[in-house]
């Protein structure tokens, strides 16, 4: 994962204690970067024998569309709304302390069939929040979860706890320790 450390190290930066990758990853998105992505995360989800991948709009998108691509495995991303709706879908609500709000993630429930092998994916494992949700959606659905797999891991988060805590393995590209005087500290470095 050179490329993607090597991004971290010198487009990411830490504004109110949080890492922000919005400049190769999931705002502005560089293609070496998430090529590389998309090899990591698809050699977790082979190891896992996944079927399909599942992911929340709008940050989760371009790292498992990136695996797809490396995988050939098709990707659902759950879509995010705020408010109330009837529609036909497997939902959960998410709170979203970085963001300050709550949101639902819905999949259509025609997308995931009962007894495919669903890897989650995401850009960050944090609060757990979303990938929680996104593993309860698949279960609700007949799928099997196969894991977890994220590009970014904020080790000192419960993101990792509350996926084993619901039976889910979780791994990551990156695991970061700590953020310490603004200057992001790697758990494996």
């Known amino acids: ?30 293609p070496e970067v998430l090529a590389e992505v998309g090899e990591g995360i698809g050699a977790i989800v082979g190891d896992w024998d996944a079927d399909l991948l599942l992911t929340a709009e709008a940050s989760g998108i371009a790292p498992a569309l990136a695996t797809s691509l490396a995988t050939g495995l098709p990707s659902i991303y759950a879509k995010k709304f705020v408010g109330p709706g009837k529609r036909r879908s497997f939902g959960r609500e998410v709170s979203s302390p970085t963001k300050g709000f709550e949101y639902r993630v819905e999949v259509a429930r025609h997308l995931i069939e009962p007894g495919q092998r669903v890897a989650v994916v995401d850009d960050f494992l944090s609060g757990g929040r979303t990938a929680v949700a996104l593993v309860e959606i698949a279960r609700e659905a007949g799928a099997e979860v196969v894991g977890g ?39 494996d470095a």
Do not use: Q
């Open 1 to 30: 994962m050179s490329l993607l450390l090597d991004a971290i190290r010198t487009e990411g930066r830490v504004a109110d204690g949080l890492l922000k990758v919005d400049r190769f990853l999931n705002h502005r998105v560089d």
């Open 149 to 187: 797999a994220f590009v970014v891991e904020k080790a000192w988060m419960p993101g990792r706890g509350r996926m084993e805590a619901i039976g889910c393995t979780a791994r990551s590209l990156v695991t970061v320790a700590s953020i310490e005087h603004g200057e992001v500290v790697f758990a």
